[in-house]
Nanobody, 129 residues
Framework: QVQLVESGGGLVQAGGSLRLSCAAS????????MGWFRQAPGKERECVAA???????????HYADSVKGRFTISRDNAKNTVYLQMNSLKPEDTAVYYC???????????????????WGQGTQVTVSS
């Protein structure tokens, strides 16, 4: 069982930056692939970034086209924490952001909501214009 707790959301002006954190419980955090999803009002939840475990101590990052070059996902296994650094924020980035974890490691499933086993409660990010 893994418990996830997000933090770092808030209100920021367009062009600004935020860093989200997701603290995970569990002793095998390093073997989980982690994802950041977001859900805006009236829209489906979508994956914006994932950091996939590929074996040993190797990970691979994936990004949605809408955030590529602006967002960076990273993890600190010693702290059981995954981060999402968000730069050059736009009003369309406004959403509730969720952290998720899974044991599945397929490179083609990194963004599939249904593949993730554990979810955090979400943190609100609001970008004003």
């Amino acid at each position: 069982q893994v418990q996830l707790v997000e933090s770092g959301g808030g209100l920021v002006q367009a062009g600004g930056s935020l860093r989200l954190s997701c603290a995970a419980s569990g002793r095998t955090f390093s073997r989980y692939s982690m994802g950041w999803f977001r859900q805006a009002p009236g829209k489906e939840r979508e994956c914006v970034a994932a950091i996939r475990w590929t074996g040993g101590s190797t990970y691979y990052a994936h990004y949605a086209d809408s955030v590529k070059g602006r967002f960076t996902i990273s993890r600190d296994n010693a702290k059981n924490t995954v981060y999402l650094q968000m730069n050059s924020l736009k009003p369309e980035d406004t959403a509730v952001y969720y952290c998720a974890a899974k044991t599945e490691t397929s490179p083609t499933a990194w963004g599939l909501l249904s593949e993730y086993d554990y979810w955090g409660q979400g943190t609100q990010v609001t970008v004003s214009s």
